[in-house]
């Protein structure tokens, strides 16, 4: 990658790729600044940027009104819950397509990756129907179980590609040395697969924090993650800039963090290994 | 090397993920077959019987279709255009050498993890209040009449929304498609002289096809089923109902499941055919 170019090409690149990233990401950091302002502050005009007092009554209203904690830790189950239940599910499937590929692999692929196309409001009714006779609706357990499903079709194919990059031969090896199948993939498989699994894990978390068809539709009060706790400060409370800030910023804050270590994973994972 | 017996308990291996999958595709599918079929309003007498195509016909001859089918347009194609020519320029300019590259990356694809509530929330609040938002004290600063974004420009509105939440993933996968680009060919054209704009269209553009495809195919999955943005903004009102929030009002607002139904049949259908286009591509890709 010797592409030499000139300092003055380089400097009028880096301005140019900075000026269009600082607008780009201008949004979010309006949101964390005017977390920090208070109410009055954020809608002076003209606006005003850091020339204030900061302060983190905003985050102290939010927790108080809200049980801002009680959303969080919906969130985390919910999105951790369908995560790690996918990824049960899906290791032993993605495994077994990658290492004992059959003239039905790429079917079974492709038919999961259908599963993904299911438009999400074709099949809500139906959905809600069986929430409410098994008395799931409004339920942590449902929400897991409905986001594990509409991310297992991508959880099954991030593994599959990663697990086809594990050279056959190692295992063919191992096998010759007489190792059980249980041996072949917790001494082999397991370490040399965990990287991969790490990425899905994080990717799939994200998708399933930032859900908001079915975590909006299913939720009312007690299993109401984040998603739906932001959407009630659509009105009134939505008006209160700062608060509403504060509670944006609470919420976007851990994914964004994990966001940006999952940048690569994102291609892979969301172009079902089309494009790496 | 597969043996029969390894085969077998591959088999066994997949069957949790195949019957799971399987579940959820036909039984609430079959459901909504079924229901769209019936007159069944849960409030108003519940199973009312069958009516054949009953909901099929009146949901498409329904005053709000046509307008649903034109916003579901508009906002599809609006994102799609915007995202992907800009992805294209966002893609190449992080490509050039510069400093802090890596920065500017993260800055680039943060909007893409935010989830959909807050970005909606925040754009309509903070920057599209036509008193205190960020965009009418710009429209002041210049001495214009501020514009009440989501109710006089709905559509523009959303279309923004949508589209600062998606280029990051348009960006995302055209950057690595480029970079995946043999860069001694484009060295080679820059020694013969070739200028930036044809060397932009027989080298670079050929190379992005495959990925701009694929852009077009995935996004086009998600924004057919856009909700979170509608349900906080502007709730369907001002001409923003989609197909996608018109079956949703039918079904859970109005409880008319039956002609809710046949709309969900309808979205099926319309992913369907998307999907087929990209499943094709994908396809392709697996037996490489």
Redesign the interface.
Known sequence: MARTVTTQRKTLNTALAWAVGLLIFFPIFWTILTSFKTEAQAIASPPIFLNFEWTLENYAIVQERSDYMRFLWNSVIIAGGSTVLGVIVAIPAAWAMAFVPSKRTKDILLWMLSTKMLPAVGVLYPIYLLFIQLGLLDSRGGLVVVLMLINLPIIVWMLYTYFREIPGEILEAARMDGATLKEEILYILTPMAIPGIASTVLLNFILAWNEAFWTLNLTAVDAAPLTAFIASYSSPEGLFFAKLSAASTMAIAPILILGWFSQKQLVRGLTFGAVK | ??TQH??S???L??A???V??LG??L???T??LY?SFKKYLPLRGGDLGWVGFDNYVRFVSSSSFWPAVQATLVIVGGVLVITVILGIL?AM??D??????G?????????????????A???????M?PV?G?LA?LW??FGAEPISWLSEASMTSIVMIVS?QW???AT??LL??IQSLD?EQL?AAEMDGAPVLKRFYHIILPHLG??IT?VIL?QT?FL??I??EI???TGGAFGTRTL?YM??QR??ESQN?GL??A???Y??I???I??IF??R???K???A
């Open positions: 090397m597969a390894s085969r308990v591959a088999r291996m997949m949790p993920a195949v799971l999958l959820w595709m039984v609430p599918l459901m909504t229901f966002l300019l992080l050039q050498p510069m400093w802090g590259q920065v500017v990356r993260i800055l680039v694809i943060a909007p893409f993890f935010v989830m959909p509530t807050v970005s929330l925040v754009w309509k609040n903070m920057f209040d205190n960020l004290h002041r600063f600062w280029l990051p993933f995302l996968i690595t498609a860069s060295e495959r990925a694929i995935i999955i057919l089923s909700f979170a349900f906080v903004t996608t079956i949703f079904v859970l499941v809710g139904s709309g969900g049949v979205a099926i319309l992913a369907n998307v999907a990209l499943m591509i994908v396809g890709n697996l037996d």
